[in-house]
């Protein structure tokens, strides 16, 4: 995971990647805060996307709606998907990131959806 809980997971494919935050935003990553976190394959990754959900409904000011109740919504999505309750809410999930990253004030909704989004469509986590 680069970037820390608001930037993005890289997978397998992307190791070859520089550690370039300009050639990263090109393939969707950020080197953000500057955090590295390297899961080995004894990580439960739906562990990690609760509790980065959790961080971030927590850390919602709750000033502006997308931001305010799409943390709680994305969180219950993330329950809904990891027992195992259909397909639905993958779109749900990518339906509330783009409404948080697109209508949130500040920088917290804004990418309080991508390492999450990243994890679904770069690891196939929820999936
Ligand atoms: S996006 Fe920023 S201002 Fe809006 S609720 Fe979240 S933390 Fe507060």
Redesign the pocket.
Same mark, same amino acid.
């Given at each position: 995971m680069l970037g820390g809980a608001a930037g993005g997971f890289a997978g397998p494919a992307d190791l070859d990647l520089p550690l370039d935050d300009a050639r990263l935003r090109e393939v969707g990553l950020t080197l953000g805060s500057g955090v590295v976190m390297v899961h080995d394959q004894h990580v439960d990754l739906v562990d990690q996307l609760r509790r980065i959900a959790a961080f971030?409904r927590d850390?919602? #000011?709750?000033? #502006?709606?997308? #931001?305010?109740v799409g943390?709680i919504r994305q969180e219950e999505a993330i329950e809904r998907l990891a027992a195992g309750t259909g397909e639905a809410d993958l779109s749900l999930l990518r339906d509330i990131a783009g409404a948080?990253r697109d209508a949130?004030? #500040?920088?917290?909704?804004?990418t309080?959806a991508n390492a999450i989004q990243s994890a679904v469509v770069r690891l196939g986590v929820l999936t």
């Open positions: 971030f850390e919602s #000011c709750g000033q #502006c709606v997308p #931001c305010r943390t948080m949130s004030i #500040c920088g917290l909704g804004q309080a």
